[in-house]
């Protein structure tokens, strides 16, 4: 067994708060010590590859995943990794398994999964949501929902609401609409329209290429002025504190500039857009709840974390009770004490730690969620990667539930809106009044319809969306210990 001292692992958590860096360093020791304890030294040496990164992954899982009492007594070692680490998992099943795991994941390749995880991708930048092109069929559209910055999407005047049918001359269909979108480098789209409930094939084409581009999660801000009404937007997209490779805080630190903004404006009304948000790190979650909150402080609960049954009561006798939880922190750009609710803006797409504001602003304001129904995850996962080089992978397993201040962590169905407002076919730019879910939450605050609505005709059949491919699709990522060292024999 190979142990790492305690200078080692605070030079890795230096970023991290100090109480972070030792729970990081007690789930390592506290693992390590169950091993000696739990392996034979005269057990006989793995013969094979795949049972050399399987014991890996099976030590790890059983220390750290959320559900680690339901791992099978005597897996097969002989699988692939991947067969193997999924065939731990205690599978979401609607009738045998309702509390099952729905979201962890094994990825091929830990260096692209922590850039994920931090917004950086190989991409032409446009994100999409895919639809059947009518109830029947096999072919597929894809509408851009929206555009990278500077991305090459962007420079090839791709925009909102376009409608791609085809790339590089083949159509889109169920079998082929993944990989033409996300398989190819270089992509000529052909793009049509939707007029008199049907798509219209025109000859219009665009050509994009991909590129590593980094998004910046803080996509949209804007200020909306009715009558006595001083209304707050934002749209953000994913939790990410900083670019990829950095540890800087600027995506944290340009949400402070805007709601510092938006407090010297003298905000009373917010409208937080989540739609396209999966989830991310938790301490971004933390970072923008705390500037929305209202009369919270430094010692108000904003959520706590329950962890499985090996590690739990081991925290809590060294740490104590509050070992799991995480307090607001006090931000001078707070505008909760200006408001008296806060909109937030949902779809199947929401989830996680976007879930994690509503679950736990709750008990502290009046939550209004405006969409369709959000995805309903309650719980959280952190990176594992084997400290010694021998293994690529990276393991993303569910390591924590969640609850608010109140002990509820009642959403695995997901938040059912408060008013429902769908999208349509004919999609107008975020930010703009006439944009549907926004101009429904408008006219909510305000009591005034501020534009027409488009009335929808698009009866197509969704059939999913890009956002699902975000570094796990919805995950909650706890940064406090991510990268934990891997445990090595």
């Known amino acids: 067994m190979i142990k790492l001292n305690a200078q080692t692992l605070q030079r890795r958590f230096n970023s991290f708060n100090q109480k972070s860096i030792w729970l990081a360093l007690l789930a390592f020791t506290l693992f390590a010590s169950a091993c000696e304890k739990e392996i034979d030294e005269t057990s006989p040496t793995p013969t094979t590859e795949n049972q050399t990164v399987n014991d890996w992954i099976l030590e790890n899982m059983q220390m750290y995943y959320y559900w680690n009492e339901q791992i099978p007594a005597n897996p097969d070692k002989s699988q692939s990794a991947e067969d193997f680490f999924n065939s731990l998992l205690y599978t979401y099943d609607a009738t045998a398994r309702p509390d ?80 033409l979108l996300f398989g190819q480098s270089s992509q000529t789209l ?34 909306y002025t009715v009558g006595d009404k001083k209304i707050g937007y934002v749209v953000y997209n994913q939790f990410i504190p900083s670019p990829s ?19 010297s404006e003298g905000i009373n009304e917010l409208i937080l857009d989540l739609r396209y948000n999966p989830g991310g790190y938790v301490s971004s979650a933390t970072n923008l709840a705390s500037l929305i909150g209202k009369n919270i402080d430094a010692n ?23 070992y799991g939880t995480e307090y607001f922190v006090a931000k001078p750009q707070n505008i909760g004490n200006h408001l008296n609710r806060v909109y937030v803006l949902t779809s199947d797409h ?49 390591v924590f539930k969640s609850y608010n201040s109140l002990g509820q962590s009642d959403y ?35 009591g005034v319809r501020t534009a027409r609505l488009g009335v929808s005709e698009r009866t197509l059949p969704m059939a999913g969306s890009s956002i699902e491919r975000k570094a796990g699709g919805s995950n909650m990522f706890d940064k406090r210990i991510l990268n934990l060292p891997a445990i090595v024999q």
């Not at 555009?147 to 083949?170: C, E, H, M, T």
């Not at 108000?300 to 925290?315: M, R």
């Not at 939550?367 to 996962?381: A, D, H, P, Q």
């Open 412 to 446: 695995t169905t997901g938040f059912t809106p408060t008013i429902e407002a769908n999208e349509t076919i004919d999609l107008k730019p975020l930010g703009d009044v006439e944009e549907t879910v926004l101009n429904t939450t408008l006219s909510h605050i305000t």
């Open 190 to 223: 052909g793009l049509g329209i939707w007029q008199n409930n049907e798509l219209v094939k025109g000859n219009l084409t665009k050509n994009v290429s991909t590129a590593v581009v980094q998004e910046n999660p803080v996509y949209l801000d804007s200020t």
């Open 100 to 179: 099952g795991d729905r979201f962890s994941f094994m990825s091929e390749n830990a260096e692209e999964l922590e850039a994920s995880l931090s917004g950086q991708e190989q991409t032409t930048g446009a994100e999409y949501t895919f639809y059947l092109a009518s109830q029947g069929s096999n072919d597929v559209i894809a509408q851009v929902i929206y555009v990278l910055p500077g991305s090459p999407a962007d420079q090839a005047g791709l925009k909102r609401g376009d409608i791609v049918f085809q790339v590089n001359g083949q159509t889109l269909d169920r079998s082929n609409y993944y990989s």
């Open 300 to 322: 108000k609960v904003f959520y706590s974390q329950e962890w499985n049954s090996v590690l739990a009561p081991e925290l809590e006798k060294e740490y104590g009770a509050d």
């Open 245 to 263: 490779g950095t540890e800087n805080g600027q995506y944290d630190k340009q949400l402070d500039q805007i709601f510092g903004n938006f407090k």
């Open 350 to 398: 929401t989830a996680s730690a976007s879930e994690l504001i509503i679950n736990g602003l709750r008990p502290y304001m009046e939550v209004i969620t405006v969409g369709s129904t959000t995805v309903g995850k309650n719980v959280g996962s952190i990176t594992i990667t084997d400290d010694t080089e021998r293994f690529k992978l990276a393991l993303q397993p569910i």
